[in-house]
């Protein structure tokens, strides 16, 4: 047996523009959206019939039809059909945890190159029947005589039909994201401007970044759209001002529709491969996939906030790592909410946080601002939650490439009180 461990090359990465939930993807299936981000990619680097080593990804809200969703996609594009795929989920974590999934893969020799990515739209929500006719289905469905079937048939009630609605809630707190983060906007001091100065900068910077031919090699059109149509270019403080709270009461309410992620449809690829196959295949790395951490925090006894587990994933990294916060060229912190990632900055910054919950004896420290989302993110571009992952990774080795080396941290909070973080470098 050969132990192997190499660099995991990050290649390029390919998405689909990102619709608000309900518009421009309204009709368009889960499956529909990874193929066209998967055939993207296909396209961009080349790999009509390649047999990729492995295929990760998933998205979070599927129907019970996509129970191999990334497999089924996979075969609608122009890969080899011998590629083979794997369906995975961490909430909003999906698509960084997929990109990780191959590069560990890459990196201990089990396979040369591999995709990773997520899909996920709001518009198409699987929405189920309720529990007692579901039931009551699969007995009919059992049923081998007519009369038995009629008599399945004969204890159906109107009661019986109810209906199961995804929604963004926390099962075991019954509060939404939303509500749970007004929380902690609160309790870290996060005032309406900080957030809505978040916003605007990142619309800012998505914008520039489209018009200066950026997005051109990172995203590929699709049914009519070429943008992410939740980007406003026009966005400013004064506009942002106006928009009523969405999320919390009292003093906690400082989340609008701006400052917060809308419901978003959406898919990314990220192409990744060892270096020997990357020469093979003519492809420069952009950067490598150095490392990727986890977190969970216990927001279920209030001990800490829904979304804080980043804080947490972090540190632990860059220990590891040998590294500082300060170590970075630039930062991609996803924005759920911009209350989410201003809390995290805080923490790091807050002596008390970092001694009595990380355990360290001095702030883990502030971070330049300006190497921040520099090409804008979530609150502009729109969050399919499982495709996140893959459109951070994609523009942050780009980055990389484009300023010749360095480091990038990547951070995205998910439900369920989770974090996942990774560092890029070149
Ligand atoms: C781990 C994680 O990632 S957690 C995050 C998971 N995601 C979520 O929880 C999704 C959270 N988001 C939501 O639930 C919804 O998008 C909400 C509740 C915030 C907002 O929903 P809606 O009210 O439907 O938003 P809508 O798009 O209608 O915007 C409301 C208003 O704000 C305005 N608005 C929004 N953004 C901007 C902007 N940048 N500039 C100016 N106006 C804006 C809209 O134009 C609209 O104004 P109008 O009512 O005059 O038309």
Excluded at 280 to 301: C, K, M, N, T
Excluded at 311 to 329: H, I, K, Q, S, W
Aim: proline share 4%.
């Amino acid at each position: 047996m050969t132990e192997t461990v190499r660099r995991a090359a990050v290649l390029g990465g390919n998405r689909i523009p990102f619709a608000r939930s309900n518009g421009a993807y309204a009709t368009a299936s889960n499956a529909e959206m990874l193929t066209a981000a998967l055939d993207g990619l296909v396209a961009r680097f080349g790999l009509e019939g390649e047999r990729v080593g492995e295929v990760a990804g998933g998205a979070v809200l599927k129907h019970s039809r996509d129970f191999n969703l990334v497999r089924e996609a996979v075969l609608s594009t122009r890969l080899a059909p011998e590629t083979p795929a794997i369906d995975l989920q961490q909430a909003c974590g999906t698509g960084l945890q997929a990109i990780n999934y191959i590069a560990n893969k890459i990196k201990l020799g089990q396979i040369d190159s591999g995709i990773g990515g997520g899909v996920d739209t709001t518009s198409d929500a699987p929405i189920a029947i309720g529990e007692k006719l579901r039931k009551k289905l699969i007995q009919l469905n059992n049923a081998r005589t007519a009369k038995d079937r009629l008599a399945v048939l004969a204890t159906i009630r109107p009661g019986d039909i109810g209906l199961a609605i995804p929604s963004n809630g926390e099962p075991r707190t019954r509060l939404s994201m939303g509500e749970h983060q007004a929380l902690t906007a609160l309790e870290w001091q996060i005032t309406r401007e900080a957030q809505d100065q978040l916003a605007v900068t990142s619309h800012h910077n998505l914008a520039a970044s489209y018009d200066e031919g950026w997005q051109d090699d990172l995203v590929t059109p699709f049914r009519g759209l070429e943008r992410d149509n939740n980007l406003r270019p026009d966005s400013s403080l004064e506009k942002l001002a106006k928009l009523k709270p969405v999320f919390g009461k009292g003093e906690a309410a400082t989340m609008t529709a701006a400052n917060s992620t809308p419901l978003t449809d959406g898919a990314s690829a990220v192409l990744l491969g060892s270096e020997e196959w990357a020469a093979e295949h003519g492809l420069e790395p952009l950067a490598y996939f150095v490392d990727s951490e986890l977190a969970a925090v216990d927001f279920v006894h209030g001990a800490e906030g829904l979304l804080m587990a980043p804080a947490y994933a972090v540190p632990r990294m860059l220990e590891r790592n040998g590294l500082t916060l300060g170590d970075f060229d630039f930062y991609e912190i996803h924005e759920a909410f911009a209350s989410q990632v201003l809390s995290t900055l805080a923490a790091w910054e807050s002596p008390v946080f970092c001694k009595e919950r990380l355990g360290l004896d001095a702030p883990l420290g502030s971070i330049d601002r300006a190497k921040l989302n520099v090409k804008g993110s979530s609150l502009a571009a729109g969050h399919p939650f499982a495709a996140t992952g893959g459109r951070i990774v994609a523009n942050a080795a780009k980055l990389l490439a484009a300023k010749g080396g360095g480091r990038a941290l990547i951070s995205v909070c998910a439900a369920g009180g989770q974090g996942v973080v990774a560092i890029l470098e070149r």
